[in-house]
Every structure is written in structure tokens, then in C-alpha cells.
């Protein structure tokens, strides 16, 4: 019972650098979110996919791009990363955009040095 | 104005007791309101969710909702150690995109 699943887990960037973190659910979910979580600031939405084929800006979209791949897949990219950016970063996925219970990977521990 | 509110705490209870943690939000055409837990580390886990006004039990836990205050609640009676955590409050937005958006969280300690 995979459910959601990031990668990776964590990694250690320099400024400027870019990667991309995956994300794939198989419990044939329409809606994929990324968070990012600060000490003290809770979870803030970066970007979400109601459907497949869709994507949205979220509270804090600045610095990165998404694609959902297709319905199982939302990747997040991050093209020349900032130390503002070091965060976990969550993935999640629902049946139904912010009606239903939303399930969370393990999260991926980035910092930018 | 953050869209969903809640005190960070840290809400000390004695085993036993009942925490009463609390959150409020800004949008009036919200629909959906759940409360989830995370542990120092962890992902966040559903404990409960309330789309009509009034209370939801679910075992120890209670979910009360008040849409014309704009205000929900989550009691947890019987407080265990094993209930410290960050409780986050989420409240999906009253217009077309229905995004989830969170509340900073609550953090709760359960002392022995």
C-alpha cells in the first residue's frame, strides 16, 4: 500500500542549481497538491492539479513550476534554487479538490546552501 | 490576513484532560473543514473532517463547526501523551478552485 510517494527524500543543493522532485499516488486520485512547510508557518499551498491535464498557482507559486504527467505523476521544479527555498516539501493527493481527505507522502527535506 | 487562523501554542494539558484546540477562517463560502495531526517529522494524517454545522464525534475526538461565526474546534477527551502533536487545521476556499489551505498549526503536549 504505497499510496503516495516522493522523491527524494532529501537533498542538498547549491544556489542556482535546479532539480525536480517526483511524486506519484496509486490510489487513482484526480487532485495533487505541493506544500511547503516552514517552522512556525504551517503547510502553504505552491501549486495544485484539480484533474489530470490542469495545474493552478497556489499561496506561494513564485520559483517553481509543476507538471502533472499524468494522473498518477505531479512533478515540482525548481530552476535555479534560492536558500529561501529550503523547506520540506509534501506532496499530496485527493479524489475531489479540497472536498475529500487529502493523503500525504513522506516528504522531502531540501536545503540550499 | 492569513485565510485560516490558529494559535501556535504550545497547549499544555495533564493526561486525562480535555484539550480543546481551535481555528478560524476568513473565507464564508468554505465548505469543507478537516483537522489533521503530524508528529515532529512526520506527514500530516487525517483525524477528522466536518462539512455541516454543528458536532461530529469520531471515539475521543470531537469536530464542531459554526459557519456563521466562521470558527471550528476539535476536542480531544481523555488526552493521551501519545496525542502530542501539531494539529493542523485545513479549510478548502469558497471559490471555484476549492484549493485546501492550511493553518499554521497547533502544537499540543500531553504531560503524564
Known amino acids: 500500500n504505497a499510496g503516495v510517494t516522493q522523491t527524494p527524500k532529501f537533498q542538498v543543493l547549491k544556489t542556482g542549481q535546479s532539480m525536480t522532485l517526483q511524486c506519484a499516488q496509486d490510489m487513482n486520485h484526480n487532485s495533487m497538491y505541493w506544500y511547503r512547510q516552514d517552522p512556525g508557518m504551517g503547510l502553504r499551498l505552491i501549486y495544485y492539479s484539480a484533474s489530470e491535464g490542469t495545474t493552478d498557482k497556489g499561496e506561494v507559486p513564485n520559483g517553481y513550476n509543476v507538471s502533472r504527467l499524468n494522473k498518477r505523476e505531479f512533478s515540482l521544479r525548481l530552476e535555479s534554487a534560492a536558500p529561501s527555498q529550503t523547506s520540506v516539501y509534501f506532496c499530496?493527493?485527493?479524489?475531489?479538490?479540497?472536498?475529500?481527505?487529502?493523503?500525504f507522502g513522506q516528504g522531502t527535506r531540501l536545503t540550499v546552501v | 490576513q492569513k485565510e485560516v487562523e490558529q494559535n501556535s501554542g504550545p497547549l499544555s494539558v495533564p493526561e486525562g484532560a480535555i484539550a480543546s484546540l481551535n481555528c478560524t477562517y476568513s473565507d464564508r463560502g468554505s465548505q469543507s473543514f478537516f483537522w489533521y495531526r503530524q508528529y515532529s517529522g512526520k506527514s500530516p494524517e487525517l483525524i477528522m473532517f466536518?462539512?455541516?454545522?454543528g458536532d461530529k464525534e469520531d471515539g475521543r475526538f470531537t469536530a464542531q463547526l459554526n459557519k456563521a461565526s466562521q470558527y471550528v474546534s476539535l476536542l480531544i477527551r481523555d488526552s493521551q501523551p501519545s496525542d502530542s502533536a501539531t494539529y493542523l487545521c485545513a479549510v478548502n476556499t469558497g471559490d471555484s478552485s476549492y484549493k485546501l489551505i492550511f493553518g499554521s498549526g497547533t502544537r499540543l503536549l500531553v504531560r503524564p
Open positions: 466536518i462539512y455541516s454545522n
Open positions: 499530496a493527493s485527493s479524489d475531489s479538490l479540497g472536498n475529500t481527505e487529502a493523503f
